[in-house]
């Protein structure tokens, strides 16, 4: 009897147990979802904001990751926002956002993202949703997600678009009214408006109108025929206009009558009187156009921008020779007319010119009637200097990677740096190489600055190789900071990689004496977060003072000492935790009650760094230069420091007012040279500034390939002599420009 | 901050407590003393006053993170503070030393000999604990061994003292690398709580039994009635007042921010103002207008850096009525392109000076540049333009910070653009950090509204007014961020809090004199 009440309740418990821990194990998911973009089309560098709605469809609560990966490497996603408590991070290539809890997908999701400099079909972006915050078992989207590349952008600087397309709750606004074509049956009826709308017309012979006559095309002229009216009558109309949000204008009544060539139209307040003057015959119109030839032979290189001739000839007289560098979007004068007026005359011109590159140039002449004629397409290849890249910057959202003192740089496998330089020499494309994977790189047109995300995922030493080609396929060849990617940090126990382990780092705040958790956000990273199956974490701190804890299922939670930084660094530690001890009672696993917890020591990378040598430079003489008045002899006779910079490094204040510093010790010579740029431009800055030191420019970059600049800054440490003693990359502060100086004196 | 302001607080009123009850040991002596006058008498009541004086001048010492300058100097506070404690501690140490115990039966117990004390500077720290301590022990020793049982608090008292001495002593070892003894160590931490317990627990038997003696004489216990009243009336009103203190400088924080940031964009507008004065003046200029008019771009190239240079802006361009650069001061040879698609520039076309803030690319941020044009004519014929740019850079907010001393920044977009905020190497600016506070984007990004409140930026909690940076089409394109560190606020108030304490410290020390005299009068009136 006792027994088969045991066995039942055993059952009953297995039961319960059954019922409490199985259902934790079910995940409930995102089924299925749909996204659309728009835009779909944007032009050639120019920074778009993308605007994503759509459905998810969830057997959960509701969504918690979405991620969504650019169409193409023509992108480079900046940044995004979202209402609610949604939150984005960025690595340039994907953007995902995250809620601390599962929650409706919100109205839609902004993201910003630049386009290359080259056209580029329609390619999809990739949307991915998950209700998990690590993003598991996420379901990709449907919809219409294409996005092309074509056009380009203004040259000029141009504001960047606002952050959320404010809603518009703005009528547009008619003017220009004007009635024509009145017979005794119709008339035609235009105006324009300050937007793109439709067009509708009501009207009658009263104020309650009764007909009316549309046009659903949105434009901001519009034309209207009224037909079947009666003759000799007047009729009173109105005019409505409704734009792509829904807000519609309307005129206030306006009168008109048939039968009439010429009508009167009296529109009060926003609609203008407007009187159609009848057509007076005109002789018929001189339709011929003049010619006009070069006698300058082009579609060769040149090196500097040539003076074009040519001549232009009309049957009446030229009124006009203009010539364009871009091929006929912009047109300017000729620099010179022989004799404007004449049927005949002779011209000449110089194009104005940006420097070395390609240049489509068209001429064209207008005689005194509005004939014109442009020429083919020629083209002008300029080319003064060979292309060349300057030294580089390395950085990872908004952290400038330092390069060690031997110039090299070290990250993460899964934190893969953005490299930026400028280029002499107009190069039309620049491929860098990274261990013989070809990487793209896009010019800023506002900057002027080549710009590329490395791509990688082994934890090797990449060797960075450029190749800048310009139009006149002049090829040169330049080796930048190898990049020494370290393999991620793990989290694993003595099964393995612990998945779902959580990271978490706390910042030492100074003021507060207190630890804090460190707001990744900001940086584009996420803390805590969770490993991967491999048991993954990438973290890349910048300057501070901090700790790790690592918290894992059932396992004791693990500690790092307190650690300081003095630059970015990344942390790539494994940690092994400990599991808590448990009870095993079939299935089942019990933990013993455990509070202790590990500490582990922080082991930095940075010791353990030992590349690439910039030292060869040393024991040579400095190059011998000459810029801006400024040559070597004036670094002899005592050590000197000269810097390497630019003035578009974000660093480049701070570094000059050290330098500063320094340089008011009349023991050592200072030098900065600005690389790859224009006098002008390093005057002001050095005026804006405030600096005493010497600031030379050095426009065409002569200096960079003798003294093997790959990193900025660079400083070179030259004895009385004038031989160099030490190479150091990196910012280096007072104390460490005057120990180096003293070491080579 | 509110938290640490209620830990100081605390701090105080348990200091203060503790004065108290010492100063009714030392009263307890006293009468004893008054009437068997002797030295050892004397040098023990002596010695509580001193140990009540010492947590008198405990209590106006503030922690390091409340206050960065101390009134006084906080080395001189706490060198004033082990002074009291220490020779307090030495006096009655020496009195209990020097006592002869009335030995139990068949206990062989007479003089203590009295230990030469080395004394060593270095070693100053850590005597209020080893003197604590042995004030305890020779307290145990009479309570125990001697005949003296009803002295067993006051040994347990100066135990707790020993322990509250040694756990104040741990604070020494604050910059370990250990996370768990940092948090245990930390100021307001574990460690800093329990020293402060335990410090209440000694003052509470301490009292518990010097009131049992006090409370049998009618004078003294009303004399202890009226001080302990006092204490508690300067107790509440000093909360009060320094509670309602911070909140008011928090308030006022705030405000003040919301006016120095209208104070950035009123700057910002002048530039803007100033930049079209300028530009309209260059494109008077009659050098320049002949030079547009004829087209001498090499003689124009001169005059544009002539102008740039002079005026100190970031680009400066000259174009022809065909839109395209015919001069460029920051770079003469990069000319040729066309700006007819620039809204300024159709406006300059149009005959109208205007300026306004744009944002470009930068390397890690957008850059904010104050664009200004102007037509060039002659006569009423419209020949060129003339544009002129300035980088709003961190020498503009550097500007504003040495004006106001506060921290500025400007924001492309929603991230940092131009900034007087420094990471923790005090070298590198925060430039490129973003603003991804859902109630700022939704206010000022979106609204175009003003903020004012707390916020994190690279980790540091500030007060914080955000204005938003309007283009000419008065859309928002950035952010105008003037802030203030949290903690300095509350250091800001600390100041006022230091001299509240000090103030109530000095003032309760006054109202014993009157509180004795009323004590004694109402006795002899009753008498």
Known sequence: ?745 | MWSQFLFEIAHFATCLFTALVLFATFWLYQDAWKVRKTMRGFLRTCGFLFLSISYVVSSAILEATVLKVSLFSASNMVGLQLFFRNLGYLLIFLELASEKIESRPKTQLSYVALPAMAVSLVAFQVFSPVLALLAAIFYSIKAVIGLEAHVKPAAAAFFLFTVSELLSLLSLFRQTTNVTLFHLLAPFGIIWIAQHVVLLLATLVLGRWVFGYLLKQFEPQLFMMFSALTLAIFLITTTVFTGLLLKSVQDESLNQLESDAKVLQYALDSKRTEGVADVIAIAQNPELEKGVADKTKEQLGMLAEQFLLSKKYSTLLILDDHGQVIARGEDKDNIGSFLNDDSLVKRAKAGEAAGGFITTDGVLAPVITLRAVAPVKTGDQIIGTVVIGTIIDNAFVDGIKKATGLQASLYGNNTLSATTLLAADNTTRLTGITENNQDIIQRVFIAGQNFKGGVTIGNTLYFAADLPLLDTDNTPIGMIFVGREQQEVLQAAGHSVELTFIATAVMLVLSIIPSFFISRHITQQIR
């Not at chain 1, 993201?111 to 080259?118: E, F, P, Q, R, V």
């Not at chain 1, 010429?262 to 159609?276: A, D, E, L, S």
């Open chain 1, 1 to 745: 009897m006792t027994k088969p009440l045991i066995r039942t309740l055993f059952l009953l418990i297995l039961i319960l147990i059954a019922g409490v821990v199985l259902p934790t194990s079910i995940q409930a998911s995102v089924q299925s979802c749909g996204m659309n973009v728009s835009p779909t089309t944007t032009t050639r560098d120019t920074s778009t904001t993308f605007s994503f709605s759509g459905f998810a469809s969830y057997s959960g609560s509701g969504v918690m990751w979405v991620r969504f990966t650019r169409p193409s490497a023509n992108f480079t996603i900046t940044s995004g926002l979202s209402t609610g408590a949604w939150t984005a991070s960025t690595n340039g290539t994907q953007l995902t956002f995250t809620a601390p809890s599962q929650t409706d997908l919100p109205g839609n999701f902004t993201i910003y993202a630049t386009s290359g400099g080259s056209d580029a079909s329609s390619a999809d972006w990739t949307v991915e949703m998950s209700d998990s915050g690590d993003g598991s078992a996420a379901a990709g989207c449907d919809g219409t997600l294409g996005v092309s590349i074509s056009g380009s952008n203004s040259v000029t600087p141009t504001p960047t678009p606002t952050f959320t397309p404010t809603p518009d709750t703005t009528a547009p606004t008619i003017s220009n009214v004007v009635v024509s074509g009145v017979s005794d049956s119709s008339v035609t009826i235009t105006w324009n408006t300050n937007e793109s709308a439709n067009a509708n017309i009501n009207y009658g012979t009263t104020t309650s109108y009764g007909s009316s006559g549309s046009d659903t095309t949105r434009s901001t002229t519009h034309s209207l025929t009224l037909n079947n009216l009666s003759s000799n009558t007047t009729y009173h109309g109105q005019i409505q206009s409704t734009d792509a949000a829904g807000n519609t204008a309307s005129s206030n009544d306006f009168t008109f009558a048939t039968s009439q060539n010429t009508t009167t139209v009296t529109v009060t307040t926003t609609v203008t009187t407007i009187v159609t003057p009848t057509p007076t015959p005109t002789p018929v119109p001189d339709r011929t156009p003049p010619k006009v030839t070069l006698t300058t032979e082009l579609n060769r290189v040149f090196l500097t921008a040539p003076v074009i001739e040519g001549t232009a000839t009309d049957n009446k007289a030229i009124a006009k020779v203009e010539y364009s560098i871009d091929d006929g979007q912009n047109w300017t004068d000729a620099d010179h007319i022989d004799t404007l007026g004449e049927k005949k005359t002779g011209f000449s011109f110089t194009p104005l010119t940006r420097g070395d590159g390609i240049y489509s140039i068209k001429v064209r002449a207008i005689d005194t009637n509005d004939n014109e004629t442009e020429t083919e397409t020629q083209t002008i290849i300029i080319d003064r200097l060979p292309p060349a890249i300057g030294g580089a910057i390395f950085s990872i959202g908004p952290q400038i990677l330092q390069p060690s003192p031997n110039g090299s740089i070290v990250t993460l496998a899964g934190l893969m740096p953005k490299l930026t330089f400028a280029a002499v020499g107009g190069p039309t494309s620049i491929k860098l190489m990274v261990n013989d994977q070809s990487v793209p790189m896009t010019q800023n047109i506002q900057t002027r600055l080549w710009s590329g995300s490395l791509v990688g995922a082994e934890s090797v030493t990449y060797k960075l190789e450029t190749e800048s080609i310009d139009d006149a396929q002049n090829r040169t060849a330049k080796s930048l900071s190898p990049v020494i990617v370290l393999p991620d940090g793990t989290v694993s126990d003595v099964l393995g990689a612990v998945n779902g382990a959580e990271v978490r780092v706390y910042y030492f705040d100074s003021q507060a004496q207190d630890f804090r958790l460190w707001g990744a956000e900001q940086y584009g990273q996420e803390n805590p977060q969770f490993t991967d199956a491999q048991g993954r974490y990438k973290l890349l701190l910048p300057a501070g003072t901090y700790y790790l804890q690592i918290n894992a299922s059932r396992t004791r939670p693990l500690r790092t000492n307190i650690f300081t930084l003095t630059t970015s660094t990344p942390i790539a530690q494994d940690f092994t935790v400990i599991k808590k001890k448990s009870f095993h009672f079939g299935l089942l696993n019990i933990p013993f009650p455990d509070f202790g917890q590990n500490d582990v020591m922080i082991n930095l990378p940075e010791k353990s760094i030992n590349e690439a040598d910039t030292n060869f430079l040393v024991g040579e003489s400095f190059p011998s230069f000459n810029l801006d008045g400024v040559q070597d002899d004036a670094l002899l006779g005592k050590p000197t420091v000269v810097t390497v910079l630019t003035t578009w490094l974000p660093q480049s204040s701070g570094q000059m007012s050290i330098l500063e510093e320094l340089s008011h010790d009349q023991s050592v010579h200072t030098l900065v040279i600005m690389s790859q740029e224009s006098t002008a431009s390093v005057n002001v800055f050095a005026k804006r500034g405030g600096y005493s030191l010497p600031v030379v420019a050095d426009s065409d970059g002569v200096l960079v390939t003798p003294l093997r600049v790959t990193t900025l800054p660079t400083h070179y440490f030259l004895d009385r002599k004038g031989e160099i003693t030490k190479v150091v990359s990196g910012v280096l502060s007072k104390e460490q420009l005057e120990q180096y100086v003293q070491e080579n004196l």
